[in-house]
């Protein structure tokens, strides 16, 4: 199935469940190291589109087929497909997929070697494993959201990056490709049970190290890391935009202050660490940013080992030569994405694949399967773009 993909997935066949969010961007993720990826989409009202939604980013690289699983013959198209497949990835309740007939035990009778990706926010077990939940709500119970924010205000929602494709995608990818090497070994596949509440969990490792040595306070905006520190902060500049300080180390807090130009008088570097004074400092640090623009600031500061960057938006990202020279965030066919990450020495970086019209490969990818094709469409159980 599948023979244009290049990478080190290439040759290896995902079938994806459609859903929301992390799911699809596990998938996307495979399809971006060259796996054929085959997403499996739910039938609608009226015609199907005749071309892809106009930025369909976490779609790309993937080939589509509408199947309606309340059929049974539509479930048993499914199977023939896992039974081809060396991964099938889902992102609903616990519970849901047995229903509908394509759980593991069903899959396996078929593929043994199958590796089956869950994604779910609490998980398969537990007291919350049934219940509805949002990437804010998972990142509140394990502390994560608690952390970031300032001092004296509300914690801040870090987007859904930290929970949905922090804790969750990335750490279905990590499973399936470990399951994936085990199963080369031993012939045998398993659930992948990605949690977000467990990946965002595991995220925190290096703050439960500092907490548990006591160099972190269980209180935001007073730590190193979360913006207690004048030294790792944003700071406005005098046009309304804002720069990005990280000078941690005192050789770039030297250099920071060096190209402040805020003399030894005014701030003695010895002095980084002296909390006493960091009230102060930050007063003094804001007051030098807010005489320049955020243009003026990037050039001063460009270049240099003082750990300061410009806060830029979603659409400006594509524009600094550094992010332009790798192509981290890259445009195709007018729509700004990122680019495939990560690197890897044996294959050269690719572009995106384009995302699939929602049953254009139903098919090519069902008759590929030895399915009766013509039936499954006559029946309604497939549609075809």
Known sequence: ??????????????????????????????????????????????PLPTA?????????????????????????????????????IEGNRPGVAERLGVGPEAVWERNPRLVYGRMTGWGQDGPLAHTAGHDVG??????????????????????????????????LVIGVLAALLEAERTGCGQVVDAAIVDGTSHLLAVIHTLLGSGRWEDRRGVNLLDGGTPFYAVYATSDGGHMAVGALEPQFYAELLRLLEIPCEVVDPRDQHDRSRWPALRATLAGRFAT???AEWTAVFDGTDACVAPVLGLREAAAPPHLAARGSVVEVDGVLQPGPAPRLSGHPVAAPGPAPVRGGHTREVLAAAGLDVDALLASGAARQA
């Open 292 to 294: 320049r623009t955020r």
């Open 52 to 88: 892809p939604p106009p930025a369909d980013v976490l779609g790309r690289g993937k080939r589509s087929v509408v199947l309606d699983l309340k059929r049974p013959d539509a479930v048993e198209a499914v199977l023939a497909l896992a039974a081809g497949a060396d991964v099938l």
């Open 1 to 46: 199935m599948g023979g244009t993909q290049r990478g080190p997935l290439a040759g290896r066949t995902v079938v994806e469940l459609a859903g929301i969010g992390p799911g699809p961007f596990a998938g996307m993720a495979l399809a971006d190291l060259g796996a054929d990826v085959i997403r499996v989409d739910r039938p609608s009202a009226g």
């Open 138 to 171: 998972y990142i509140a119970l394990t502390g994560a959201l608690g952390a970031i924010g300032p001092a004296d205000g509300p914690p801040q929602i870090p987007l859904n990056l930290l929970g949905d494709f922090g804790g969750g995608s990335t750490y």
